[in-house]
């Protein structure tokens, strides 16, 4: 079996052999086509079209032809529809044949939402060699683990050779230092061939800040009036957005169809500003339901510190009418404070009560549902949404963003209170929201996740001098010289630091670490994935002072789900009465029938039939 996403733009390869090159070059006067075949050289006019469409047949550029494009007889640059660019993002793309790639009998046809269990990946640090094949290898290790679903950290092409992937600047192009593109289908087909999904990470909000040559001949890609915190804002609503729009409908359709990917996971979708109807988000997950999911589970994950509920609405039979689900911020931060005690910056929002926010959570999705956001100028954040389903949340205890925007990189396990931890983990990963867990999580890596990048000379000391001016704000590094030893996002070693150590899987306590979470997860696919398909809208909490956390999901007509956690350093003050079938027991004896007090950081899970 093999795949082809068919798009009205790059370089494809035509059932007549030739090879067809269209570019979209609004401002451009002139455009001719440079490339090169074996010892062939061509430099080719491309012909002018209506709307600013720029096209040529060619039949002497098969696939590993690299070429570029000369724009007004000046630049020449990559193709931004390119499949490959094997030699960075300055230089030129490569024609690729994605029929060369033969599937086999491929019958993998995804997996519910219901039971997803994510696991979080950067490619380049994932494992010493940093690429896919090598991460392919892991795969078996993930599936033991009790991991359902890989979701790759954004692999379009970036400048340089490391980087976090945000900052790509290629869509359709695999980072180069990862592989070549049949490396990343390998990888794809080996998780579907072990079970798992795979998830990727896009990035639609903006383009990197180096390697984009989109201004030189169709600035219409951008919005002059608008500006989101990482450069100038993608015009999906003005003048010319119909091709804008095209282009990141098309490749969304390109990673699920030519790649084979399971779902999306889309960047900062509150940095996109788009005032159509519908809005590119929506318009991108019904195309995706509408094309691969018809015959398959397709899955779309938002990230939107908005909290609009509004993209997570059900249809009548309970499925997604746009997004599957959105990461869960909220939860993050208010099971931050309880395990840390930190409540500086975005923490404030939930310091004065984090149980009750963790249990609002748990019970109904997003913590802030319309109130105001005092880390925000009091406006308001958020839209109801207790009237979804848990599965339209997902939540974590950890991510790229929330270990990695830290100065220096630490994961939680090196400064939280390790019991308040366990509790935590049990308590996330048994609830029937989908968990995820972040690279190395499982088994409390001691490696940072620092920030890292690649740019040229000028961009990268400016970004260098930007991120530790970003801490300036925080008493601990108002010093200059306690600002200096924030790692240099440029230096190599930065990036050979957040590389995970493996080698601590055969020694305590991360061998115990991994242990606990490999056991949770086995109950969560025992116990509570069977009743995902009957837990209904409603779940409802409860706080008992100091750190008493109830909560209770319904189950069909007549069953609940029942969490009772103590979340605190000192015994719980009241007596819980547990009652039902015990799933899961943390820190404490359990008699069914019997009242319990909750010693510090323990967990009880119930089913009451």
């Known amino acids: 079996m093999r795949h082809r996403h068919d798009m009205p733009f790059g370089a494809t390869i035509g059932d007549d052999g030739a090879t067809h090159f269209r570019l979209w070059a609004p401002a451009a006067r002139r455009v001719d086509l440079v490339a090169a075949a074996g010892a062939t050289t061509l430099d080719i006019p491309l012909q ?8 040529a047949r060619v039949e002497a550029a098969g696939a590993g032809t690299r070429y570029g494009f000369r724009i007004d007889g000046g630049t020449v640059v990559p193709d931004p529809a390119s499949r490959a660019n094997p030699d960075g993002v300055h230089a030129q793309s490569a024609v690729v044949d994605p029929l060369d790639f033969d599937w086999g009998d491929e019958r993998w046809c995804g997996r519910p939402w219901e039971e997803a269990v994510i696991y979080e990946l950067h490619v380049g640090t994932f494992t010493p060699e940093g690429t896919f094949d090598a991460a392919a290898e892991r795969l078996d290790y993930l599936a033991d683990l009790g991991v359902t679903a890989v979701e790759l950290m954004p692999v379009a092409a970036f400048p340089g050779s490391r980087n976090w992937g945000y900052d790509g600047v290629l869509p359709f192009a695999p980072v180069a230092a990862y592989g070549p593109p049949d490396a990343l289908k390998r990888l794809v087909h080996a998780a579907h061939a072990r079970g798992l999904m795979v998830l990727l990470d896009v990035v639609y909000n903006h383009f990197g800040p180096e390697g984009n040559y989109l201004n030189l001949y169709a600035p ?3 919005d002059p009036q608008r500006h989101t915190p990482w450069g100038a804002a993608i015009n999906f609503d003005g003048a010319h957005s119909r091709t804008v729009r095209d282009f990141f409908v098309h490749n969304a359709l390109y990673w699920l169809e030519e790649y084979r990917f399971d779902g999306l996971r889309l960047d900062a979708v509150h940095a996109i500003a788009d005032a ?12 995706l339901r509408a094309g691969p999911g018809r015959d398959r589970h397709v899955h779309v994950v938002l990230e939107n510190d908005r909290n609009e509920a509004r993209y997570l609405a059900r249809d009548a039979s309970a499925n997604p009418r746009a997004a599957t689900a959105q990461w869960n911020d909220d939860i993050h931060h208010a099971a931050h404070i309880v395990a840390t ?4 910056g975005y923490y404030a929002d939930y310091a004065a009560a984090p149980l009750w926010h963790l249990g609002r959570c748990l019970a109904e999705g997003f913590a802030f549902q319309g109130e105001r956001s005092h880390y925000r100028d009091d406006a308001p954040r958020g839209e109801p949404c207790a009237h979804l389903p848990a599965t339209a949340f997902v939540n974590f205890l950890q991510t790229h963003d929330q270990v990695g925007n830290r100065a220096f990189g630490e994961r939680i396990a090196a400064f939280a209170d390790a019991g308040a931890l366990d509790a935590l983990a049990a308590c996330v990963l048994l609830a029937p929201s989908p968990p995820l867990l972040f690279m190395g999580e499982e088994f409390a890596a001691s490696s940072p996740f620092l920030f890292f990048c690649h740019f040229g000379p000028d ?18 590094f108002r010093d ?24 601590e899987l055969e020694r305590d306590p991360h061998r115990r670490a991994h242990a606990r979470f490999r056991k949770l997860l086995a109950l969560r696919r025992e116990h509570i994935v069977p009743l995902l398909p009957r837990i209904g809208r409603g779940g409802r909490f409860s706080v008992l002072e100091p750190g008493l956390l109830r909560v209770e999901w319904p189950v069909g007509t007549s069953s609940r789900l029942h969490l009772t956690a103590n979340l605190f350093a000192g015994h719980a003050a009241a007596a819980s009465a ?4 015990l799933i899961h027991a943390h820190g404490v004896a359990f008699t069914p029938g019997t009242n319990v007090q909750l010693p510090p950081w323990s967990v009880l899970w119930t089913c009451e039939e």
């Open 48 to 55: 002018g079209g209506d709307g600013g469409w720029w096209s």
């Open 220 to 222: 219409q890609f951008f």
């Open 276 to 287: 159509s109807t519908p809005d590119i988000v929506t318009e991108i997950a019904e195309r």
């Open 341 to 344: 005690g930190e409540r500086d």
């Open 459 to 476: 961009l990268a000391r400016a970004v260098t001098e930007g991120r530790r001016g970003e801490f300036s704000r925080f008493e601990r």
């Open 480 to 503: 200059p010289e306690a600002r200096a030893r924030i790692p240099d996002p440029n230096a190599p070693e930065t990036f050979a630091r957040s590389k995970l150590p493996w080698d």
């Open 578 to 581: 547990a009652s039902g079938r």
